[in-house]
C-alpha cells in the first residue's frame, strides 16, 4: 500500500484472535490439557476463589529460558514449565510479529457454557436429584415446560435425550432455574437446606451465563457477573459428591475390598469367641467404618479443578479489554461449517467433491 511518506510497503494482517476450543489452543499454545493459555494458574486452583488474580503468560519469556538454559539446569527449566503447564518451546504463535499468544485465546459462550458448564451442571444435578430420589419429579416439571416465542420446548423427558447440542443446551440455560425449583418443591425437613443450597447453586451459575450473553455490558452488569459468580463458586459444594472421577471411583473399590478382606479375615479368627448379638455388633460397626473410609477418600479426591470452571473468571476481564463475548463465539463458524460444508457435501455427487462444495 502507498504510505503518507510516499513509499510502498507490503502490509500484513495482525492475527488478533484465534477461535478454537480449548483442546486445540493446547496444542498450539504447548501448554498441558489442564493449563490456562492466558495465566499462570496452577492446576491444583482452577476451581478455587474466582477473585484471585494470576500472572499473564509470556510465552516469549518461556522460549528465551529454554534457549538460553545450559545443559546442567535442563531439570530445573523443565520443572518450572512443567509447574506452570507449559512445554516451553512449543507455542506456533510465538514468532507472529506483534502478536501476544496469551491474547489469542477468546472465550466461548459455545464450548466454554453451552456445552461446557452447563454438560457439568447438569451432571452435578442428576447426581444430586439421584440421592435424594428426586428424579421423577424432576422428568415430570421438564416435560410440563410450556411454549414460548424462540424458545423450543423439549419432546421428550429429560433423561432421554440421547445427545445434546449447542442450541439445547442455550435453551436449557434458559429454563432450568424454574425447572429445578418446581421439581424440588415441597422437600422435607431434612431436605430443605440441601434443597435450597442446590437451587441457590445453579440459579447463580445460570444468572453469571445469561449476563455473559449481553451484547453490551456497563459497570453494573460486570459488578453483577462477578457478584453471580462469587455466590456459585460459595454454594457449589452442595454438588462436590457428583464429581466423582472414575479414576475416584476405581480406587475406592480397591479400598472397599482390601478393607473388606481385611475384616473377614479378623472375623474369622474372633467368630468362635462372639456371641451372636457380638458379631451382629461387629457387622454393624464394620459397615459404618467402610462407608466412613469411601467418603473421605471421595470427599479428598472430588474437586472442581477443571479448566472451564477457571474460564469464568476470566469473562470480566475479556469484557473489559475486548468487547462482548458473543463477538467471539465459535456459534457461527459450527453453524457455517454445517451450512456451507456439510449440506454442499451432501449434495454432491461424492466425486470430486470439494469443487462441487465451492459451487453450493
Not at 419432546?155 to 435425550?161: D, Q, S, V
Amino acid at each position: 500500500m502507498d504510505c503518507a511518506d510516499g513509499k510502498t510497503r507490503l502490509c500484513f494482517p495482525i492475527l488478533l484472535a484465534y477461535i478454537a476450543d480449548h483442546a486445540e489452543h493446547a496444542a498450539l499454545q504447548g501448554i498441558g490439557s489442564k493449563s490456562c493459555p492466558k495465566c499462570e494458574v496452577l492446576c491444583e486452583e482452577l476451581g478455587g476463589d474466582p477473585r484471585r488474580m494470576y500472572e499473564t503468560r509470556d510465552y516469549i519469556v518461556y522460549r528465551e529460558k529454554a534457549l538460553r538454559h545450559e545443559p546442567a539446569e535442563a531439570a530445573g527449566i523443565a520443572e518450572y514449565s512443567q509447574r506452570f503447564g507449559g512445554k516451553i518451546g512449543n507455542n506456533v504463535f510465538i514468532r507472529l510479529d506483534r502478536v501476544r499468544p496469551a491474547d489469542l485465546y477468546k472465550l466461548d459462550l459455545l464450548h466454554n457454557i453451552y456445552l461446557g458448564l452447563f454438560k457439568h451442571m447438569m451432571k452435578w444435578v442428576e447426581g444430586f436429584l439421584k440421592k435424594h430420589k428426586w428424579q421423577q419429579a424432576f422428568d415430570n416439571a421438564w416435560k410440563e415446560i410450556p411454549p414460548y416465542p424462540g424458545f423450543s420446548v423439549p419432546k421428550k423427558a429429560y433423561c432421554e435425550i440421547p445427545q445434546w447440542q449447542g442450541k439445547e443446551r442455550r435453551n436449557l440455560g434458559r429454563c432450568i432455574s424454574g425447572e429445578l425449583a418446581s421439581a424440588l418443591r415441597n422437600p422435607d425437613s431434612s431436605q430443605y437446606l440441601d434443597f435450597k443450597s442446590a437451587l441457590k447453586s445453579v440459579t447463580a451459575l445460570v444468572d453469571f451465563t445469561l449476563m455473559a450473553q449481553f451484547r453490551s455490558h456497563t459497570p453494573d452488569t460486570l459488578s453483577y457477573m462477578e457478584s453471580y459468580l462469587q455466590i456459585f463458586h460459595r454454594t457449589k459444594d452442595i454438588f462436590v459428591k457428583s464429581r466423582t472421577s472414575k479414576a475416584t471411583r476405581t480406587q475406592a473399590n480397591l479400598q472397599d475390598q482390601e478393607l473388606r478382606e481385611l475384616m473377614a479375615h479378623q472375623r474369622a479368627k474372633e467368630v468362635r469367641h462372639r456371641t451372636v448379638a457380638n458379631r451382629r455388633r461387629l457387622a454393624d460397626h464394620e459397615r459404618v467404618e467402610w462407608s466412613d473410609r469411601r467418603a473421605d477418600l471421595i470427599r479428598r479426591d472430588n474437586h472442581f479443578n477443571f479448566i472451564k470452571m477457571h474460564y469464568l473468571t476470566h469473562f470480566a476481564s475479556h469484557v473489559r479489554r475486548f468487547g462482548s463475548i458473543s463477538m467471539y463465539s465459535a456459534e457461527i463458524g459450527e453453524l457455517g461449517h454445517k451450512e456451507q460444508i456439510k449440506d454442499g457435501y451432501r449434495w454432491s455427487n461424492k466425486n470430486e467433491a470439494a469443487r462441487q462444495i465451492l459451487s453450493y
